[in-house]
């Protein structure tokens, strides 16, 4: 689990499992989810008696190893703090999204939850007032200072201005989108890790060459080419274009001749057979089973996938950034912190569920976050650790300490994901112009600005 | 009947009190009878109707007219909704994604319902001039699609439709190997693809309709039309098809309701795409009511297919009535 869009995450976690009650409210209508507000009962009320609290967590990390691990942590926090019980909630990504924005509005919302960066989810539940800052917290537990950057979780306390403001929400791990490659491969092609953006596209055309497919993709699922296009976006813009553009500062246009650029030589990778045949019709998992099968040279994506691989591949595959124009210049990377942690605004306990957050974010649990395949945000060694995880850490560091990691393309509107995957798809299946491309995002950028004001 | 007039003071039950009167009585129920002749529904009869109208009015009619209320509505699902008049519905039809989707479902209506039905109706037509062997079997077999969830059916498909899949092995085995296709990743033909999942999921339910109604079908009918000399052709359009009225009219409306409604089989295998070109209305409803906040938009859009839904079912009851006549 990773930070992915609202969608990507959605799907990876409920490929199947799929509420066909939906169909229900087409035809019987939204109302019964809407008169949920009212009716849904919030969970057991925070019992402050004289020596035991109960402090309620709501999270969406339904999985291993995360579950585990959020388990491991609450056991310790309970054992260091005598008379806290924490009562977990969590539910997989999809239930999770639509019940937690309702379980925070109920009379006895959760404590903690977990949010999305984003106007889908974090904005709305500031916009509603449902979210506590955190300021004073990151004060006393210097946040700010370990973290870095945690512009992706301010806000303003109106909802309306996202990345800069008041700070909403912290997280203990991250990610970061990179080029996962087969080492066998790549020695049987005679090749090592490429330096300039020159030498990975003749690589491309090595591997093509030689039967191997270049880079490993599929887009069935509608969000994962959106990342191959920003791979090739973030050659051709500056980190603060970008930003601006995603966080709707300053009026920025998505249709610029950088972006066409991008977006025509995209088109031109799948064309010439440079990204996995048929990749829009191929679901994501099958491309990166094939993958870490040993098919392919290439699989550009984010670090969530770094312990399939490890798993998978053992010491067969690596991790670098995707090469710069000029060689040694220091790359973009899209990249950005997992589900954030929040505050209640009604929360009763407020000072115990910062203290809980704190806990979790605290460098002695590092250690258990990398090994879980995660980045934590704080420091930690890498020794004994599979070359590819010590791989995506590097990169990270790389990268944050240029300042030059960039906010996923989907942040941008509560709709992008949709907008721009399916845009994608346009160009991957040769169905649609550069100028089309940049058109569609465009409109619906525009369209959603509009909006906010 | 004693039974209808539970509640008033019934003449069969009567009074066990011996100093009421007897000609009290039997006053009342012999007045409520002169007033309702027999047969006809008295008032005591909605009370037998109230709990399940109660349970219906709870969880369809309430939701329906608040779904209708919130479509009136700009609301993101937690603050204040604000009152916009018709300004979801005109912007579902200046919408062209919306409009794409509306025109999707009805190709879907294609597939999921007039292919499987005349299939259906040949299949059961020329089943009434013979008798086959394992008739049962095969039956089964082809009902099967009808018992899988929907959802299986779409993990199912999307396998076998992958680039590598068993629909493209298929193709190269008998020769046609210049027909493969990235079939969920085509942009025509990914629609008339899913169209056909539709179809092979359809076309059982039509089968076991089709083929109960020709059973009840008189043979007597079928031994006049041959008696007059009616070819297949003809017995089919005097005999099978007016007998299977029913049958088709039910057909019918289960399956274009299935093909304005579906979303599950085009949710699991490509989410509308590639582009928006398999997108349909309950799919832009899920989208609008759960990831981008616009539940007033989503309500509108629900309210816009309950009522194609509902004026489809009613063309088609009326159409299966005026040929009754």
Redesign the interface.
């Known amino acids: 689990m990773t930070r992915l869009g609202?969608?990507a995450r959605f799907?990876q976690q409920r490929?199947?499992?799929?509420v066909?009650g939906?169909?229900a409210?087409?035809?019987?209508?939204?109302?019964?989810?809407?008169?949920a507000v009212t009716s849904s009962a919030g969970p057991s009320k925070a019992h402050a008696r004289k020596a035991s609290t109960t402090l309620v967590v709501w999270d969406a990390f339904a999985r291993d190893p995360r579950k585990s691990l959020i388990d491991g942590f609450n056991a310790a926090f309970e054992k260091a703090h005598p008379g806290v019980h924490i009562n977990r909630v969590t539910k997989e990504f999809?239930d999770y999204?639509?019940t937690v924005?309702l379980v925070l509005?109920a009379s006895h919302p959760p404590d903690v939850v977990t949010g999305n960066q984003g106007?889908?989810a974090d904005g709305?539940?500031i916009?509603?007032g449902?979210l506590a800052p955190l300021d004073s917290y990151d004060k006393k537990y210097g946040w700010s200072k370990r973290v870095g950057n945690l512009g992706e979780l301010k806000w303003s306390a109106d909802g309306k201005t996202w990345g800069a403001g008041h700070l909403y929400g912290v997280s203990y791990s991250s990610s970061i989108n990179g080029v996962f490659y087969n080492k066998a491969n790549m020695k049987k092609l005679g090749i090592g890790i490429p330096k300039t953006f020159a030498e990975f596209t003749s690589d491309l055309a090595k591997a093509k060459a030689a039967g191997v497919v270049p880079i490993q993709l599929g887009d069935?699922?509608?969000w994962p080419g959106t990342q191959n296009f920003q791979m090739l976006q973030d050659l051709y813009t500056s980190p603060t274009v970008l930003r601006n553009w995603i966080y709707g500062r300053g009026n920025v246009s998505f249709a610029t001749a950088a972006n066409m650029k991008a977006a025509q030589l995209l088109k031109d990778w799948s064309a010439a057979g440079y990204i996995t045949?048929?990749?829009?019709?191929?679901?994501y998992d099958?491309a990166n089973a094939n993958f870490a099968a040993g098919q392919g040279l290439f699989d550009y994506s984010g670090t969530w996938l770094t312990g399939l691989f490890a798993q998978k591949m053992k010491n067969n595959v690596g991790f670098f950034l995707v090469p710069p124009l000029t060689a040694g210049q220091v790359p973009l990377a899209v990249g950005s912190l997992e589900l954030p942690w929040h505050i209640s605004a009604r929360s009763k306990n407020k000072d115990l569920a910062a203290a809980y957050i704190a806990f979790i974010m605290s460098e002695q649990n590092a250690a258990a976050v990398l090994k879980s395949g995660e980045i934590p945000v704080n420091s930690v060694s890498t020794k004994n650790v599979t070359p590819v995880i010590a791989d995506t850490l590097r990169a990270w560091k790389t990268v944050t300490s240029h300042d030059k990691l960039v906010p996923f393309l989907d942040w941008a509107t509560?709709?992008m994901l949709?907008t721009v995957?399916?845009?994608t798809?346009?160009l991957?299946?040769n169905?649609?112009t550069a100028q089309q491309f940049v058109n569609t995002v465009q409109s619906h950028y525009a369209a959603f600005q509009k909006t906010r004001h | 009947m004693s039974v209808v007039s539970i509640g008033s003071k019934s003449p069969a039950g009567g009074s066990l009190d011996p100093s009421e009167p007897p000609g009290t009585r039997f006053a009342p129920p012999a007045r409520e009878r002169i007033e309702a002749p027999p047969g006809e529904p008295r008032r005591i009869g909605y009370l037998y109707i109230l709990p399940a109208f109660a349970f219906f009015g709870v969880f369809v009619l309430f939701p329906m007219g608040h779904s209708l209320w919130l479509s009136f509505t700009n609301w993101d699902g937690l603050t204040p909704a604000k009152w916009i008049g018709l300004g979801n519905y005109r912007g579902l039809v200046s919408d062209p994604e919306v409009r794409a989707a509306f025109g999707h479902a009805l190709v879907l209506v294609v597939f999921y319902s007039f292919i499987p039905v005349t299939i259906g109706l040949l299949l059961a037509a020329s089943l009434s001039r013979m008798r086959v062997r394992g008739m049962t079997f095969f039956r089964t077999v082809l009902f099967l699609p009808q018992v899988i969830a929907m959802v299986v059916v779409g993990v199912i498909w999307r396998w076998m439709y992958t680039p590598l899949g068993s629909v493209n092995a298929l193709l190269r085995a008998v020769g046609l190997g210049s027909l493969q296709k990235v079939w969920l990743g085509d942009f025509r033909w990914t629609l008339p693809a899913l169209g056909l999942v539709g179809t092979w999921v359809a076309f059982g339910l039509t089968m076991v309709l089709f083929l109960a109604g020709v059973q009840k079908i008189p043979t007597s009918l079928y031994d006049a039309a041959r008696v007059d000399g009616a070819g297949p052709v003809r017995e089919f359009f005097a005999v099978t098809l007016p007998g299977l009225r029913n049958e088709v009219v039910v057909a019918l409306t289960l399956t274009i309701l299935a093909a304005l409604r579906s979303f599950d089989l085009i949710w699991v295998t490509t989410k509308g795409g590639p582009g928006n070109s398999s997108s349909v209305p309950a799919l832009i409803l899920y989208e609008r009511a759960f990831v981008t906040n616009q539940v007033g938009s989503a309500a509108a859009i629900g309210m816009s297919l309950t009522l194609v839904c509902f004026i489809v079912v009613f063309l088609v009851t009326r159409l299966g009535e005026r040929r009754s006549t």
């Open positions: 609202s969608w799907v490929r199947l499992a799929l066909s939906v169909i409210l087409a035809v019987g209508g939204i109302g019964s989810a809407s008169a999809n999204n639509a924005k509005s106007w889908s709305i539940m916009k509603a449902l069935q699922d509608k045949p048929g990749s829009i019709g191929t679901p099958s509560p709709d949709l995957g399916g845009a798809q346009g991957l299946g169905h649609s």
